[in-house]
């Protein structure tokens, strides 16, 4: 069972490696209960060098990760292994592309904000 976030930007959390706070890393601030995001349209280059960073710092294991996807249905221990994917690179990917999303919304929509609902 897969953990969804919606509102203006939709997906679903990565399994076991991606928590529901995933939003906070772009500056998210966290409403109670369903765990509500907003994301200012101000923040659009805190975003931008998050995202960034992440390419930076982890793009070994991005390329990594892209090939195994490319070349799998889906992963296990053993694939991760194979292609040399660790669970913390893996973990970034899955932020990555949230933040990637975030930053698309975000410039598409230069006069709102983000909101993410996110599931517990």
């Known amino acids: 069972m897969g953990r969804y976030y919606s509102g203006d930007i939709e997906g679903k959390f990565m399994f076991a490696v991606q928590g529901s706070n995933a939003p906070e890393r772009f500056g998210a601030i966290e409403n109670q209960n369903y765990i509500d995001y907003y994301i200012d ?5 805190e975003v931008r060098e998050e995202v960034k960073q992440i390419e930076t710092e982890h793009a ?5 990760i892209d090939k195994m996807c490319d070349e799998n249905d889906g ?11 660790t669970k ?6 899955a ?3 949230l933040g990637r999303q975030i930053l698309e919304y975000l410039e598409e929509n ?3 904000g983000c909101s993410i609902h996110a599931e517990l």
């Open 75 to 85: 992963y296990n221990d053993e694939t991760k292994k194979k292609y040399g994917v």
């Open 95 to 97: 932020d990555l592309r």
């Open 88 to 93: 913390e690179g893996l973990s970034e990917y």
């Open 60 to 64: 070994d294991q991005i390329k990594r």
């Open 41 to 45: 349209s101000s923040q659009i280059d």
């Open 110 to 112: 230069p006069d709102f």
